[in-house]
C-alpha cells in the first residue's frame, strides 16, 4: 500500500517532486471514495435510488426505456449471481450460461408438454439450476480453477447440443414459443425485485460466516480446510445458489421474450457479457458487478447500436482492455482507494 | 491413562521414498510435545499426516478415543486437533476479526437476533483471543497488512478458536524477528494454561523447543530416534550425534 | 465388419488432426499456464489463409502449409509478446479473459471478412479418394492425417532434441530454476506460443480441404482440445495423442451408430467423458500435471 518512494532514482522513473504531487492530489479523491465508505450513507442512497426506481413506471416512461430498465436489472441480477461462484470463490464459470438456458427451457417445457400456465413454472426453474449445479459441480469442482473454468464451458456447449438434437422434446432449431405476455411494467417490476434481492442477499453474504468462507476458499483452498471448513461444502454451495438465481432470471427471461430455442437459451455473447461487466465493475466485490452491469448496458445503449460481428469486435477489445488495465474493475480500484485513505488518516493520527 | 492423541505405526510413502516407517507417536492432555529433526526426517510430513492434510498409506490415527484415519482435514479439526503452516496461512483480504472467526460453523443458519449468543460467545471469545496476543488494536485491519510475526499470531488464535484439543504448530518461529521469539513463547505459555489445550511444536529453532516442551520426540528418516523428558534427550548421545552435534 | 473398420478409420483421421490441434493448447498451457480459448479461433484463421491462397492465388494448401505455419509462429509470438505476456503469472482469469476476448475479435474479423457461409478449399484432388485394404479415404484427409503425423514427429524432435525445446520443456517444469540457469522465460513462453499457433495454424489448413468450416466452429474446436488436454494428461505428447484417437473414434462411432442424433453431440460425449475420466483418474489417462485442488 505505502508508495514506494524509490530511494535510488532510475534514469526512467519520475523525477521524486513528480510523485509528491501525485500524492498531493490522491487524498481528495480518497476523501470523496472513502465517504461512500459509509455504510449508513450507502444504505440511505440504496434506499433513496431504490424509491426512485419503484415509482419511475408511474411517471410513463414508454416501452423501450422500461425494457432498457428491465435489461439492467436482469443483467444486475446475472452479474451478482456469477459473481457468488466466480468472484466469492474464484472457481471463474465459464459456461454459466448453462443455468440461463436451463431455465429458460424449463419455462419453455413445462408449457408446451404439461400445459402448465407459465407462472407456476417459475419455481421450478431455480430447482432444475439447482440440480444440475450439483451433479455437475460435484465432480467439476474437485479440479482447480483452470480446468473447472473450461469445464463449465464444455457442460454449456454440451446442453446447447443437446438442446438442438432432442427435436421432438425440445423442438430443437425450431425453438418453442409461448403464449405472448406484453406487459412491460409488469417485467420491471419482476427484474427490479430479483435484482434487489440479489444484491442484498450478497451483500448479507459478504459479511457472513459462509461468504467468508468462501474468500477463504478462493485465497488458500488447504489452509481453508484446516480451518474447518468443508471446501467442497462452500464450492458446491456458491455454486448451486449462483446457479439457480441464474435458472430464474433464465426462465423470468424466456417468459418476457415468449420465444424460446438453443441459439438465443445458450448464446456465447452471455458469457461474454458476463465476463466483462463483472471484471468492469469489480470481480469478487459486493456492489462491482451491479455498477458493471449498469455501466455496460448504459454505455452499449448511448454508443452502440450495432449486432453481429461489429458487437463481436467491439466487446472482444472491450474484456481485452479491461483486463490490461483495469484488472480490478471499478469498485475494486475504488475499495483499495479507500483503504488508501483509512491507512492515511490512521497515519495522521499516531503522528500525532 | 490413555493418551489423547495417538499415532500407531503411521507409514506415509513418496513413491520409493519412505517418508515415515512405522512411527508411534502420542500427545497427552495438556502437554506440549516438541517434535525435532533434521531437514526431511518427516517432521512435516507427520504433521500433515495428524492433521489429514496428506493421506497416510498406514496406520491409524485417534484423537481423544475417535478413530480419524482418512478423515476431511476439516472434520478432523472440528474434532479438535487444528494445526498452523510454515509458512502462516491467513487470509489477507479479511480482517483480522473474520479471520479469527473463520472455524465458525456457517451450516448454522443466521438467527437474526432470537438465539444471539452463540454468535456473541464467539465473537467475544475472538476479541479476547486477539487481545491477549496483543493484535487486539488491528481487529478491523485486513489480515494482509499485517507483519510476519503478527500474521503468525493471528493464526495461532485462528488454530485456537475453536477450542482444540491439541494444536500443532509447524515452524511457529520461522520468519520471527529473533527479538518477538521471546514474546511469542510467552504468548504461547498462556494460551496453554489458559485454554489447557495440548501443543505440539515442530521447531528448527532448537533452543525455543527445549525451553518450551514437556517432552521431546527426535524423528531421523522417518523413524523416532528418541524420546523423553528434555534434558535426558540432550544428554542423549545418538541424538547428539545425529543432529544436536554440530 | 467391413463398415466397423471403416468408421474407426475415419475415427483415427480425424483423431490425428485432433493431435495436432490439442498439442498446440497442451504445449502453451504446460509451459506458460495459460489456457488459450481463442485457440479454436486460430484454427480457423490458418484454414481461412488456406483458403484464401487457394482462392485467389491458386496456390495449393500443402504447398502453402510451410509458409502458412511461419505466418503462425510469427502470429503467436507477435500475440505473446504483446498481449499474452501482460497476463501470465496473473490469476488464470485475466488469462482466460483476455484470450477469449482474443477470440471473439477473431471471430467478429473472420464474419467480416469471410461472412458465416462454410468454405471449403477446393484442390485439383479434392474429390480423389485412397484405398487401402479395401478401405476408402477422401485424398484432402489422408494428406489431413499424413500431415497431422510428419508435423507431430517434428514438433517431438523440436522439443526433445534441440536446445530451444529444451528450453521450453525446463520453463514448463520449474520457472524459478530455468531463470537460474540462464533461460529468458519471456523468450521462452513467446517461441512456445509461437509454434503452439503454428501447429493450429497447420491443423486449419488440413482441416480446410477435407472439411467445409465457418467462423462459428471455433469455440466447438477449443473444447475438443481441451477435452483431450484433460483426457491425456497436460504436458504428454503421447497421452494427448492416445486421446485424440478416443475422441476422434467416440465421434465417428457416435455418427455412425446413433440414428439421427449422433451426428451433433461431438461436445456432448467429449464433454461426459471428460467429466468421467476426471472423476475416475483425476490427473487424465496418463498422469501427468495435478488437476484437482488438492484437498
Known amino acids: 500500500m505505502s508508495s514506494g518512494t524509490p530511494t535510488v532514482s532510475t534514469p526512467g522513473a519520475p523525477p521524486p517532486q513528480k510523485a509528491a504531487q501525485r500524492l498531493s492530489a490522491a487524498p481528495v479523491r480518497a476523501l470523496a471514495a472513502s465517504r461512500l465508505a459509509d455504510p449508513r450513507l450507502r444504505a440511505g442512497l440504496f434506499a433513496a435510488g431504490l424509491a426512485a426506481l419503484l415509482v419511475t413506471p408511474l411517471f410513463g416512461l414508454n416501452n423501450s426505456a422500461l425494457l432498457l430498465f428491465s435489461t ?10 456469477w459473481n457468488i461462484i466466480s468472484g466469492f470463490t474464484g472457481y471463474v464459470d465459464f459456461g454459466h450460461g448453462v443455468f440461463f438456458g436451463i431455465g429458460g427451457y424449463t419455462a419453455g417445457l413445462l408449457v408446451t408438454h404439461l400445459e402448465m400456465p407459465f407462472w407456476y413454472t417459475v419455481p421450478f426453474a431455480p430447482v432444475f439450476g439447482f440440480v444440475f449445479a450439483l451433479v455437475v459441480g460435484y465432480p467439476l469442482l474437485r479440479l482447480r480453477g483452470v480446468y473447472f473454468s473450461i469445464a463449465m464451458l464444455g457442460a454449456f456447449m454440451a446442453m446447447r447440443e443437446l438442446a438442438l438434437v432432442f427435436r421432438d422434446f425440445t423442438g430443437g432449431s425450431g425453438g418453442i414459443i409461448f403464449e405472448a405476455v406484453i406487459d412491460r411494467t409488469l417485467f420491471y417490476y419482476v427484474f427490479l425485485g430479483v435484482a ?3 444484491v442484498l442477499g450478497t451483500v448479507w453474504l459478504r459479511r457472513s460466516q459462509l461468504g467468508s468462507s468462501m474468500l477463504a476458499v478462493r485465497e488458500n483452498e488447504i489452509g481453508a480446510e484446516a480451518r474447518g471448513i468443508n471446501t467442497t461444502m462452500v464450492k458446491l454451495t456458491a455454486f448451486c445458489v449462483a446457479g439457480s438465481i441464474t435458472a430464474l432470471i433464465g426462465s423470468l427471461w424466456a417468459y418476457q421474450t415468449a420465444f424460446i430455442d438453443p441459439a438465443i437459451m445458450f448464446r456465447d455473447v452471455l458469457l461474454i457479457n458476463l465476463a466483462l461487466m463483472v471484471t468492469l465493475g469489480g470481480l469478487g466485490t459486493v456492489w462491482g458487478p451491479a455498477l458493471g452491469a449498469t455501466v455496460f448496458i448504459l454505455l452499449r445503449e448511448t454508443l452502440w447500436e450495432t449486432e453481429g460481428e461489429d458487437f463481436l469486435v467491439f466487446f472482444g477489445v472491450a474484456l481485452i482492455v479491461v483486463v490490461l488495465t483495469l484488472p480490478k474493475g471499478i469498485a475494486g480500484s475504488l475499495a483499495d482507494r479507500v483503504h488508501l485513505a483509512r491507512a492515511r488518516r490512521a497515519g495522521k493520527e499516531e503522528s500525532r | 491413562m490413555t493418551a489423547l492423541l495417538t499415532a500407531e505405526r503411521v507409514t506415509c510413502r513418496f513413491g520409493g521414498l519412505v517418508a515415515l516407517d512405522a512411527v508411534d507417536f502420542h500427545v497427552d492432555a495438556g502437554e506440549i510435545v516438541g517434535l525435532i529433526g533434521p531437514n526431511g526426517s518427516g517432521k512435516s510430513t507427520l504433521l500433515s499426516c495428524l492433521s489429514a492434510g496428506r493421506r497416510a498409506d498406514d496406520g491409524r490415527i485417534r484423537l481423544d478415543g475417535k478413530d480419524i484415519t482418512g478423515r476431511r482435514p476439516s472434520t478432523v479439526a472440528r474434532l479438535g486437533l487444528t494445526r498452523t503452516f510454515q509458512d502462516a496461512r491467513v487470509f489477507g483480504e479479511l480482517t483480522v476479526t473474520e479471520n479469527a472467526l473463520l472455524s465458525r460453523d456457517w451450516t448454522r443458519l443466521p438467527s437474526f437476533g432470537l438465539l444471539r449468543s452463540p454468535e456473541r460467545a464467539a465473537r467475544e471469545r475472538a476479541a479476547g483471543l486477539l487481545d491477549l496476543v496483543g493484535l487486539g488494536g488491528m481487529a478491523r485491519e485486513k489480515a494482509g497488512s499485517l507483519s510476519g510475526g503478527q500474521q503468525r499470531l493471528l493464526e495461532l488464535v485462528m488454530a485456537i478458536m475453536p477450542g482444540p484439543k ?3 504448530l509447524d515452524e511457529a518461529t520461522s520468519g520471527v524477528n529473533p527479538a518477538l521469539i521471546a514474546e511469542l513463547s510467552e504468548h504461547l505459555r498462556l494460551l496453554h494454561r489458559e485454554e489447557n489445550v495440548a501443543f505440539v511444536i515442530v521447531e528448527h529453532n532448537v533452543g525455543f523447543v527445549f525451553g518450551m516442551a514437556d517432552r521431546i520426540v527426535v524423528l531421523q528418516q522417518g523413524r523416532v530416534l528418541a524420546e523423553g523428558p528434555p534434558d535426558e534427550v540432550k544428554s542423549n548421545q545418538e541424538v547428539i550425534d545425529a543432529y544436536l552435534g554440530a | 465388419m467391413g463398415q466397423l473398420s471403416q468408421v474407426v478409420l475415419d475415427g483415427i483421421v480425424l483423431g490425428g488432426f485432433y493431435a495436432l490441434v490439442a498439442q498446440g493448447l497442451s504445449l502453451v498451457f504446460g509451459v506458460m499456464g495459460v489456457l488459450n480459448l481463442a485457440h479454436g479461433e486460430c484454427v480457423l484463421i490458418g484454414a481461412y489463409l488456406a483458403w484464401t491462397a487457394q482462392h485467389y492465388l491458386g496456390v495449393d494448401p500443402l504447398i502453402a502449409l510451410p509458409v502458412i505455419m511461419a505466418l503462425g509462429f510469427g502470429f503467436g509470438w507477435v500475440l505473446c509478446r504483446t498481449l499474452v505476456i501482460r497476463v501470465v503469472e496473473r ?4 488469462s482466460l479473459l483476455l484470450t477469449f476476448g482474443i477470440g471473439a475479435v477473431a471471430q467478429g474479423v473472420l464474419l467480416k471478412l469471410f461472412s458465416s457461409t462454410p468454405r471449403v478449399t477446393t484442390t485439383g484432388y479434392s474429390a480423389d479418394v485412397v484405398s487401402i485394404f479395401g478401405l476408402t479415404i477422401p485424398t484432402p484427409r489422408a494428406f489431413m492425417l499424413l500431415g ?3 508435423i507431430l514427429v517434428l514438433t517431438w524432435a523440436l522439443l526433445n532434441r534441440t536446445r530451444v525445446g529444451r528450453s521450453i520443456q525446463a520453463a514448463a517444469q520449474n520457472k524459478a530454476a530455468a531463470r537460474v540457469v540462464g533461460i529468458d522465460i519471456a523468450a521462452v513462453y513467446a517461441i512456445a506460443f509461437g509454434i503452439g499457433i503454428a ?21 466447438l474446436l477449443t473444447m475438443k482440445a481441451f477435452a483431450i488436454v484433460v483426457l491425456g494428461g497436460v504436458g504428454r505428447m503421447t497421452g494427448t495423442v492416445l ?3 478416443v475422441v476422434g473414434l467416440i465421434e465417428t462411432l457416435l455418427a455412425s451408430y446413433v440414428p439421427s442424433v449422433g451426428t451433433g453431440l461431438g461436445i456432448a460425449a467429449a464433454f461426459i467423458l471428460v467429466v468421467v475420466v476426471l472423476v475416475v483418474r483425476p490427473n487424465g489417462i496418463s498422469g501427468g500435471k495435478q488437476v484437482t485442488a488438492g484437498v
Not at chain 1, 439492467?72 to 449471481?81: K, Q
Open chain 1, 72 to 81: 439492467v436489472f436482469m443483467w444486475i441480477g446475472l452479474t451478482s449471481s
Open chain 3, 91 to 94: 490469476p488464470p482469469l485475466m
Open chain 3, 199 to 219: 501447429l493450429v495454424f497447420a491443423g486449419g489448413t488440413l482441416l480446410g480441404s477435407a472439411q467445409g468450416f465457418y467462423p462459428f466452429l471455433g469455440p
Open chain 3, 243 to 245: 486421446a485424440a484417437m
Open chain 1, 196 to 198: 434487489v434481492i440479489v
Open chain 3, 148 to 150: 497431422a503425423v510428419v
Open chain 2, 166 to 168: 491439541v494444536v500443532m
